[in-house]
T-cell receptor, first 116, second 115 residues
Framework: AQTVTQSQPEMSVQEAETVTLSCTYD???????LFWYKQPPSRQMILVIR??????QNATENRFSVNFQKAAKSFSLKISDSQLGDAAMYFC?????????????FGTGTRLTIIP | GAVVSQHPSRVICKSGTSVKIECRSL??????MFWYRQFPKQSLMLMAT?????????EQGVEKDKFLINHASLTLSTLTVTSAHPEDSSFYIC???????????FGPGTRLTVL
């Protein structure tokens, strides 16, 4: 079974600074997807960024980028120019690429606080 | 963009009663929907996978007779918590998979409180 580990229960960053959230995972599969989701106080899950394992290039979405290290099974999220609206719980998630097995496995989450 | 709604957003019920939560995909057809449970300050735990027109697949440890899931159409899945007890109090979140095979869209969640 796949597992996802987020070793940082809480992180804080000064507004406008850069922060990196860590995520490691364990799987025996070679093809899969990785995601970062944001859950603000409203508790609505919002997709921040996704990475296909077969792609070597790291995904980027505006101020959000990932460092995907397949061999190390590491998938960190970098948030640049942090904004107050970035304050939320961040969950790393894994999904198999096998058809019929689309369930997401989530890490335990990292609570990000933005310091004004 | 793809939108998923849940109803109700919050519900309070007495112990022993049943509660139904609806999950709807508003602008796409979802052959697969997922039900998650989230305890305070914890992660999302998958309860079951719901496929339109077939029986749901439950995760290990989830009582299928207690958490009844019905996926009667391509836009609607329901979760019924039968004979609810205080320990069933939690935040329930659904998600729906659209035609893209690699993305799920989440509903806003339902907070269930059992007195």
């Amino acid at each position: 079974a796949q597992t996802v580990t987020q070793s940082q229960p809480e992180m804080s960053v000064q507004e406008a600074e850069t922060v990196t959230l860590s995520c490691t995972y364990d799987t025996s599969e070679s093809d899969y997807y990785l995601f970062w989701y944001k859950q603000p106080p409203s508790r609505q899950m919002i997709l921040v960024i996704r990475q296909e394992a077969y792609k070597q290039q790291n995904a980027t979405e505006n101020r959000f980028s990932v460092n995907f290290q397949k061999a190390a099974k590491s998938f960190s999220l970098k948030i640049s120019d942090s904004q107050l609206g970035d304050a939320a719980m961040y969950f790393c998630a894994y999904r198999s690429a096998n058809f019929g097995n689309e369930k997401l496995t989530f890490g335990t989450g990292t609570r990000l606080t933005i310091i004004p | 963009g793809a939108v998923v709604s849940q109803h109700p957003s919050r519900v309070i019920c007495k112990s022993g009663t049943s509660v139904k939560i609806e999950c709807r995909s508003l602008d796409f057809q979802a052959t697969t929907m997922f039900w998650y449970r989230q305890f305070p300050k914890q992660s999302l735990m998958l309860m079951a996978t719901s496929n339109e027109g077939s029986k749901a697949t439950y995760e290990q440890g989830v009582e299928k007779d207690k958490f009844l899931i019905n996926h009667a159409s391509l836009t609607l899945s329901t979760l019924t918590v039968t004979s609810a007890h205080p320990e069933d109090s939690s935040f329930y979140i659904c998600s729906a998979r659209d035609n893209l095979p690699n993305e799920q869209f989440f509903g806003p969640g339902t907070r269930l409180t059992v007195l």
